[in-house]
């Protein structure tokens, strides 16, 4: 049979976002494919050349709109580092708590889309109004639910206003619930396991070797989880599990995620409690001028101050919903970074596809998709 | 392994290639090396010293060089180590790591587009979220975003 080369994207139900999968098909079994970035991208990376650190939080927003404050953290933890400043620990709890609620609302989304991808409807339904508890979290104590802009360089911007901390934990009970309920929903269902179970498959050792992380590794077996691995923050205070899986294929991903989110509601438990017992500043008290709090510099002062400023690098890897993101930061002295490399793990999980996707149906290519759990935003920066 | 020892190691078997183990806060080293040797290198350090993830490839303009990195994780020793090389702005070449670590093929597609090192032996060296025929490398210094006249997209047509 003549082979051919189809288009799925840069508009189709299974991207989830723009971007163009090329495949090579010969019937209905793949042949190769050939990922294409690129339609979202805006030169994050550029735009940062030209802005204030305190400025660039409202980029790394938008970089992955459903994970806005793990990536807030990633850029915070390395431009701190290029900066010479502490946090104090207050700050650094806050930060975590707000990462891990943002992982479950992320993996969360990532249920409500994929699952609707292999046809189960009520579980989007479901997953979107449990994300919704968590965006009204973030409400209250940020004042956005997409778009945050509450890390800073030096801590965050604000304390938990009062009883915050309460509705955290009622809001993390109920979730607990809802996961048990999440699973059933799937794990029960015929068409689930018929649609899921040992597609996409990737060992440890190939994934390693194509630079895929994250969920997707760890469902290979590997305990690679960079807030063991290299605790950044305070999660070297914090206990929990490594979720892991065996099976390496789309299930498996579907397993450590939601062992994630369990994990994840333990690690917030844990902030909550130090959080009620420790109260304190938020925010680093000899910061330079030009990085006060709550607002970036403006206008002259930033260059009146110019010759005072540090030099330095950053690095910091972190471990972000979607696998292991990083930034590296070089600092020259200037009022902006002389250049900031941000790495994402979207990119390379999706490129990885060249490895995991030949040799299955084309019919399955929306549920190996979307057990990577793509975020364009991130991808293409 | 500390800092020194991974010096003592690179300099004894690679000499003057190695031009300096820096270091590096949050980071074993930053391993300077010259981009003649750096095939060699990046085998060295996968096969000998055991990184068997490559992280990160980036390029840096620093106007009169550029500069490419490469940071590496390794399971045993649970450090990142960073490889830097100083290339000419006027041929920014060096050889690729993708039959090393095969991640490196979309790093290295990206480090192209953005800053435009070319990478020797890599397989499918292509923009990867510019348009193809795209005139400038955005993330060099002498690309103004602030000049919007000179923003106007180039594209070769077919």
């Known amino acids: ?381 | 392994m500390k800092t020194n020892e991974l010096a003592a190691r690179l300099t004894s078997k690679f000499g003057e290639g190695i031009l300096g183990v820096d270091e590096f806060p949050g980071l074993l080293g930053r391993v300077r090396f010259d981009a003649a040797i750096a095939s060699k290198l990046f085998h060295t350090f996968r096969d000998d010293l055991g990184f068997a993830h490559l992280t990160m490839v980036g390029a840096i303009d620093w106007i009169d060089h550029r500069e490419v990195f490469y940071t590496l994780w390794s399971d045993a020793d649970r450090v990142y180590v960073m490889l830097s090389a100083n290339l000419p702005s006027d041929a920014p070449t060096i050889a690729s790591a993708v039959p090393v670590w095969p991640s490196a093929n979309a790093h290295e597609r990206e480090a192209w587009d953005l800053v435009g090192i070319r990478f020797e032996g890599h397989p499918d060296l292509r923009r990867i979220f510019m348009p193809e025929g795209y005139a400038y490398h955005p993330l060099l210094r002498s690309f103004k975003i602030h000049e919007p006249e000179d923003l106007e997209v180039k594209v070769r047509s077919e």
């Open chain 1, 1 to 381: 049979m003549s082979e051919m080369w189809v288009n799925m994207g840069p508009q189709h139900p299974m991207t989830h976002g723009l971007w163009n999968l090329r495949v090579r098909i010969e019937g209905e079994v793949i042949k190769d494919v050939e990922p294409e970035m690129g339609y979202l991208h805006r030169g994050i990376e550029k735009i940062s050349e030209d802005r204030h650190y305190n400025e660039i939080i409202t980029l790394m927003d938008r970089t992955c709109y459903v994970a806005g404050l793990a990536w807030e953290q990633l850029f915070i933890v390395a431009a701190e580092q290029a900066l010479h400043i502490t946090p104090p620990e207050r700050a650094e709890y806050i930060r975590v708590l707000s990462a891990e609620f943002q992982r479950i609302a992320s993996h969360i989304m990532w249920y409500a889309a994929f699952v609707q991808d292999i046809g189960l409807m009520t579980p989007f339904l479901y997953g979107m109004r449990d994300r919704d508890l968590i965006l009204d979290l973030f409400q209250s104590y940020t004042g956005g639910r997409l778009t945050y802009e509450y890390m800073r360089v030096g801590g965050v911007r604000n304390d938990l206003p009062l009883g915050l901390t309460d509705r955290c934990r009622k809001v993390c009970d109920w979730l607990m619930d809802r996961f048990v309920e999440y699973d059933r929903l799937c794990l029960s269902s015929t068409p689930f396991h018929e649609r899921c179970d040992g597609l996409g498959v990737l060992e440890a050792p190939e994934a390693i070797a194509y630079g895929v992380t994250g969920p997707m590794l760890r469902s290979a077996g590997s305990r690679r989880d960079l807030r063991k691995d290299r605790p950044y923050s305070v999660y070297d205070k914090l206990q929990f599990d490594v979720a892991t899986a065996t099976t390496a294929d789309v299930t498996g991903r579907y397993l450590v995620r939601m062992e994630e989110m369990r994990q994840a509601v333990r690690i917030i438990r844990q902030c909550l409690d130090w959080l009620d017992d420790h109260p304190g500043p938020v925010m680093a008290a000899q910061l330079p001028r030009w990085l006060g709090a709550p607002y970036a510099p403006v206008g002259n002062e930033a260059y009146l101050l110019k010759r005072n400023y540090p030099t330095g690098v950053g690095f910091s890897m972190v471990e972000e919903p979607h696998g292991e993101a990083g930034a590296y930061i070089v600092n020259d002295g200037g009022e902006h970074p002389y250049r900031v490399k941000f790495r994402s793990p979207v990119l390379i999980n999706i490129w990885a596809s060249k490895r995991y996707l030949p040799g299955y149906r084309v019919a399955d290519i929306p549920p190996i998709m979307g057990s990577v759990d793509v975020c364009v935003g991130e991808c293409d920066r």
